[in-house]
């Protein structure tokens, strides 16, 4: 039998062969089947020796999750501790590691070129005395100031009074602000006019 062509999607057309052997026929309903013929084995010794001899079958881990008796395979369950059995286990994967290598050069780089411009700048970093030693500055400069407010008096009835009182308070203001900006950056930068 040879297949000539195949139809899309379909198995293979056979040619048609008169040669072929037919197929048994039909028995007549006058025919009975041969009877009598028995088989000299022993079912029940045999399948006893198999059973004795055979392994015995593992049975299949699962678990009970209500008193009614739902049994669930242990496997699929997520119960089983499969993955801490593994040769990798608890080893960082290498795209992780490469992606921490490309962002640790990609901060040096940063912070090499944030250096080389500062050189450019020509940008000088305050030391923490020289911090320390304007944040004090400030701080008792806004002690004679708020001194100052204080021994004003309480009745304000003239302009330049008020002029004066206005002019203080602005004066607080701005010494609180650069006390908080100093506070708040510990690294500071200053322009170097050499």
């Excluded at 197929?23 to 399948?47: C, W, Y």
């Excluded at 669930?72 to 921490?100: M, Q």
């Excluded at 050069?105 to 450019?120: G, M, P, S, T, V």
């Amino acid at each position: 039998v040879k297949a000539d062509w195949v139809p899309a999607g379909g198995s293979p057309v056979k040619k048609f062969d008169r040669n072929m052997p037919k197929k048994p026929a039909v028995p007549l309903r006058t025919d009975h089947p041969v009877m009598g013929i028995q088989s000299e084995k022993n079912f029940i010794n045999t399948n006893a020796a198999d059973v004795i001899m055979g392994v015995a079958k593992k049975p299949k881990p699962i678990y009970v999750d209500k008193r009614t008796g739902d049994k669930h395979d242990l496997e699929a369950s997520g119960l089983v501790p499969k993955y801490i059995n593994k040769k990798d286990y608890g080893v960082t994967p290498e795209y992780i590691c490469k992606r921490n290598e490309e962002i640790k050069k990609a901060q040096e780089e940063y912070d090499h070129y944030i250096q080389e411009n500062l050189k450019k700048a020509a940008m000088k970093r305050v030391s923490d005395e020289e911090r320390e030693a304007i944040l004090q500055g400030l701080k008792k400069n806004w002690e004679e100031v708020h001194k100052e407010f204080q021994s004003l008096s309480v009745f304000i009835d003239s302009i330049p009074k008020k002029i004066r009182k206005q002019s203080l308070e602005e004066e607080m203001k701005q010494l609180e602000h650069y006390i908080g900006v100093i506070e708040k950056h510990k690294i500071i930068y200053i322009a170097n006019n050499a």
